[in-house]
């Protein structure tokens, strides 16, 4: 079965400690995205996001720089290797550019994975720091 590859590069108003921060808070997470996250921050650790719809676990955290997940949405087959998620934070003048890798797609889920990190994540996260920002 064929395997995708998504790639995108956001720019956020925070600091990259801080956008680290709120990826892997619980709590963080869950107010950004607006659906229940439960993480393990650690490696190794597991996590499970949007009710069970997505889930995995850490490879890799480097704290304000780098986080390496094992990925699966509900919509993979049983079959369907894990796919790779790496997310690098770099520091910008005035805030933080997110610079997203996510290898081992399914063709079948690619598009609702590759729609839903502007959807799900990324346009709530920029919300959530204008909110916040007040």
Not at 40 to 46: C, D, E, R, S
Not at 114 to 120: E, Q, R
């Amino acid at each position: 079965m064929p395997l995708k590859t998504i790639e995108q590069s956001v720019h956020f108003a925070a600091s990259p400690k801080h956008l680290y921060k709120l990826y892997m808070s619980s709590k963080g997470h869950a107010a950004f995205t607006g659906m229940p996250v439960k993480l393990q921050a650690k490696p190794g650790g597991k996590f499970l996001a949007f009710g069970g719809m997505l889930s995995g676990s850490f490879l890799l955290l480097d704290p304000g720089q780098m986080i390496v997940q094992r990925w699966r949405s509900s919509e993979f087959k049983p079959g369907d290797l894990d796919s790779i998620l790496t997310l690098t934070f770099y520091p910008e003048r005035d805030g933080c550019r997110i610079h997203l890798v996510h290898v081992n797609v399914p063709a079948h889920d690619y598009q609702g994975v590759i729609k839903g990190w502007p959807k799900y994540y990324w346009k709530p996260l920029r919300a959530y720091l204008k909110s916040k920002a007040r």
